[in-house]
């Protein structure tokens, strides 16, 4: 069975610096990924996605995460924090990569960004 | 470019009433979801429909009913509400194929309290 790990439930960092939010996962298949973010009292909205084209995947809002089959992780980043970041972050799996496109999710990290 | 739109958006509830979630999408996906959102749980499959005329459950799918009422619309029915089922449900659909078009889009919320 496939399933995402999000480490930290809670990270706060300064306005203007990296931003990291790391997620490992499991999958038995060559697994398609997902960064979704959430903002206060609003649904889900894409970040990213990793469907097996390049390794290192650029998103919206000058977010970024790399595929790393060795180490099974999917870490997001972006260089410079701002104050529109802070949000709440969802790794998340597809269960078959394909025929049904469930996704199963992390816990999510919170992100606090601080002035 | 209404996407997923979700209603109510807020309900309060006894415990022991029942009530119907509604969800429509508007982007000729086949494929549509019900999840529910409780802190630090991220989120929960509770039902699936791949296709018109199909229905398959997720992880939490006891205490509620779906129905998918056409191509567009999937509903989500609580016959006997419990304290248990306070959360936030999210509806999303999506493209079955996987790949590219695996990307689930999200409805905002409906935000349920069983009292």
């Known amino acids: 069975a496939q399933s995402v790990t999000q480490l930290g439930s809670h990270v706060s960092v300064s306005e203007g610096a990296l931003v990291l939010l790391r997620c490992n996962y499991s999958s038995s298949v060559p697994p398609y990924l997902f960064w979704y973010v959430q903002y206060p009292n609003q649904g889900l909205q894409l970040l990213l996605k990793y469907t097996s084209a390049a390794t290192l995947v650029k998103g919206i809002n000058g977010f970024e995460a790399e595929f790393k089959k060795s180490e099974t992780s999917f870490h997001l980043t972006k260089p410079s924090a701002h104050m529109s970041d802070a949000a709440e972050y969802f790794c998340?799996?597809?269960?078959?990569?394909?025929?049904?496109?469930?996704?199963?999710f992390g816990k999510g990290t919170k992100l606090s960004v601080k002035p | 470019n209404a996407g997923v739109t979700q209603t109510p958006k807020f309900q309060v509830l006894k415990t022991g009433q029942s009530m119907t979630l509604q969800c429509a999408q508007d982007?000729?996906?086949?494929?549509m979801y019900w999840y529910r959102q409780d802190p630090g749980m991220g989120l929960r499959l509770i039902y699936y429909?791949?296709?018109?005329?199909?229905?398959d459950k997720g992880e939490v799918p006891n205490g509620y009913n779906v129905s998918r009422l056409n191509k567009r619309e999937f509903s989500l029915r609580l016959e006997s509400a419990a304290p248990s089922q306070t959360s936030v449900y999210f509806c999303?659909?999506?493209?079955?194929?996987?790949?590219?078009?695996?990307?689930?889009?999200f409805g905002q919320g409906t935000r349920l309290t069983v009292v």
């Open positions: 982007m000729n996906h086949n494929s």
């Open positions: 429909s791949a296709s018109e005329g199909t229905t």
């Open positions: 999303a659909s999506s493209f079955p194929t996987g790949g590219l078009n695996t990307e689930a889009f």
């Open positions: 998340a799996v597809s269960d078959s990569g394909g025929s049904q496109g469930n996704l199963i």
